[in-house]
């Protein structure tokens, strides 16, 4: 490979990093070649994608980065493919063990990079895959807040039938 052609596969792994909050970085070494198949198909129906980069090429594009991410540096040995995700911080993270489910003890996990946040190593798998996306934590937001009213409407409703039900029983008294 040439100086120019790593030159501009470090710029486009710079803009991927810079352009995606959320990225994985996966030991696939010695996954078979239909295993791998399988992986980034699995990876393509679910939005997300699959490459392999050398280590040093990596390192040069996570340079470019505004974030602090020396931490990562250190585990990029060996072979090492990169997963990206545009959408969710954890989509990664459950496509692996959705993987893993199907008989497959491949990718490992070795870090993660998600929204300047820095996850070293395969005992981070489960943390990632409970992390709620955006949309998910606006969701809870939401219903958190429509929560109150709710039950502040529902006893209004309630109490006003109540009310409705004393004043009659009142009236037909005297």
Same mark, same amino acid.
């Given at each position: 490979?040439?100086?120019?052609?790593?030159?501009?596969?470090?710029?486009?792994l710079?803009?991927?990093?810079?352009?995606?909050?959320?990225?994985y970085?996966?030991?696939?070494?010695?996954?078979?070649?239909?295993?791998?198949n399988? !992986?980034?198909?699995?990876?393509?129906?679910?939005? =997300?994608?699959?490459?392999?980069? #050398? *280590?040093? /090429? @990596?390192?040069?594009?996570?340079?470019?980065?505004?974030?602090?991410?020396?931490?990562?540096?250190?585990?990029?040995?060996?072979?090492?493919?990169?997963?990206?995700?545009?959408?969710?911080?954890?989509?990664?993270?459950?496509?692996?063990?959705?993987?893993?489910?199907?008989?497959?003890?491949?990718p490992?996990?070795?870090?993660?990079?998600?929204?300047?946040?820095? !996850?070293?190593?395969?005992?981070?798998?489960?943390? =990632?895959?409970?992390i709620?996306? #955006? *949309?998910? /934590? @606006?969701?809870?937001?939401?219903?958190?807040?429509?929560?109150?009213?709710?039950?502040?409407?529902?006893?209004?409703?309630?109490?006003?039938?109540?009310?409705?039900?004393?004043?009659?029983?009142?009236?037909?008294?005297?």
């Amino acid at each position: 490979m040439t100086r120019e052609e790593k030159d501009i596969i470090v710029n486009e792994l710079s803009e991927k990093f810079a352009n995606t909050n959320y990225f994985y970085i996966t030991d696939a070494s010695t996954m078979s070649v239909a295993s791998i198949n399988q !992986f980034r198909r699995m990876c393509f129906d679910r939005g =997300l994608e699959y490459k392999v980069y #050398k *280590n040093t /090429l @990596i390192q040069k594009a996570l340079e470019t980065l505004e974030a602090d991410t020396t931490a990562l540096e250190g585990v990029l040995k060996g072979a090492s493919g990169i997963l990206f995700s545009a959408e969710s911080g954890n989509a990664p993270a459950k496509l692996i063990k959705d993987f893993r489910k199907k008989g497959n003890t491949l990718p490992l996990l070795k870090g993660a990079y998600i929204d300047a946040g820095l !996850f070293i190593g395969e005992s981070q798998l489960d943390a =990632l895959s409970n992390i709620k996306s #955006k *949309n998910e /934590l @606006i969701g809870d937001i939401i219903s958190l807040l429509q929560s109150p009213a709710k039950n502040v409407v529902s006893a209004l409703q309630s109490s006003g039938g109540k009310l409705a039900g004393i004043l009659k029983t009142l009236s037909e008294k005297e």
